[in-house]
């Protein structure tokens, strides 16, 4: 069972899935903001994952991608 924040589940897919931006304007703020400020369209999570962590809270980037990919949301799709 993947590790849970605030009643996300942390993302345990593949790491070699590619991410698409949804959303060009960043929707988050604090320190969301700035991890979201990361994601590039054809990175993969890895990638992703790699450019958090030299950020503040880098263990929250698994988190993130379960929030962003989440249909209600959609701010990210995952592929391949």
């Known amino acids: ?17 590619r991410i698409r931006k949804c959303r060009e ?3 988050m703020r604090g320190q969301a903001a700035i991890r979201f400020a990361q994601y590039r369209t ?6 992703y994952i ?11 980037a698994l ?3 379960t929030w ?3 249909p209600r949301r959609q701010f990210i799709e995952l592929y391949g």
């Open 68 to 70: 962003d990919t989440d």
């Open 50 to 60: 790699e450019a958090c962590d030299a950020l503040p809270l880098p263990n929250y």
């Open 63 to 65: 988190f993130d991608i």
């Open 25 to 27: 304007e960043n929707p």
């Open 1 to 17: 069972m993947p590790k849970r924040l605030w009643g996300v589940p942390a993302y345990d897919g593949p790491h070699s899935r």
């Open 42 to 47: 054809g990175m993969t999570v890895a990638e």
